[in-house]
């Protein structure tokens, strides 16, 4: 990931003229309006709406449960970690975190796509959820989003609208039907129970009474990776949010999460996002 944000720089860098005061036009970007990255600890009622929005919003759930109801239509969708949602513009609705708001953490991203000389956008909306193989790491591209809407400088806004147009994108991009085995569920909730303890494949087969064998493979089929990078993913994402949220040292996170060291907690963050903790 990191490597595909850095070609998105080497992009701008070689093709965009030095004249950067003079913006795309408009017909041909994506207008990214906020992004956020952020736990909901703290939020006694994480409820959005009812409300109508002027722009596509596309949120990724990353720790946690949340629910879409369209006031409109009365179609609902559950929500789970590592799938994006997205919310039309125009269409009334509520969402809303389903349990507890300690752990869960989402990210949104407000942003209006290209249009047409007669004002409309240029393609139909992105399906209502998607999920993406762990390789694809879109969560990193949401948080590489949320860095550069605060903290701005010359050319944040042309890179705003590429990581936003990446990302909508991968939102076509032969996204996994999301319709979760039960077992999965199951396993996921233990997990997320569990997270402290960093648990395994191992553990989960002996709670559910299957084979290691077949726990790994349904995860490969439900989320594409294995039950570890599942767990790793978790507890780096709540790495994140201690660094980032808490101001905490990165020994500080390690012991909070239960890593035998600072180091092997900054390996597995920098597995996940490809950068050192030291950098959030």
Known sequence: MQRIVESIISMYDCNISEDISS??????CFRVHFVNYRSLEGIELPVWGPRRLNDFELILALRGEFEFL?????EMVRQ????????RPGESHIYRLEGDPAGAFFSCIH???PVTA????????????AAFPAELAVGELF???DWLFHHPGNRTELLLSEVGRLIWLYLFEAPHV???DERLEAMLDFLERNLSTHPTRLDLARK???????????????LGMSPGEYVHRELAERGYALLHDEQLSVKEVAARLNFSSAFYFSRIFRKVFGVPPSSV
């Open 143 to 145: 948080r590489r989003a």
């Open 111 to 113: 942003l209006e796509p």
């Open 208 to 222: 559910f009474h299957l084979t290691p064998q077949r726990i790994n493979a349904i995860f490969k089929a439900e």
């Open 70 to 74: 369209s006031c409109d239509t009365g």
């Open 23 to 28: 913006p795309s036009p408009a017909h041909d």
């Open 118 to 129: 007669a004002g409309k956008h240029e393609a139909a909306p992105p399906p209502r959820l």
């Open 178 to 180: 999301v319709n979760h």
């Open 80 to 87: 789970h970690p590592g799938e994006v949602l997205t919310i």
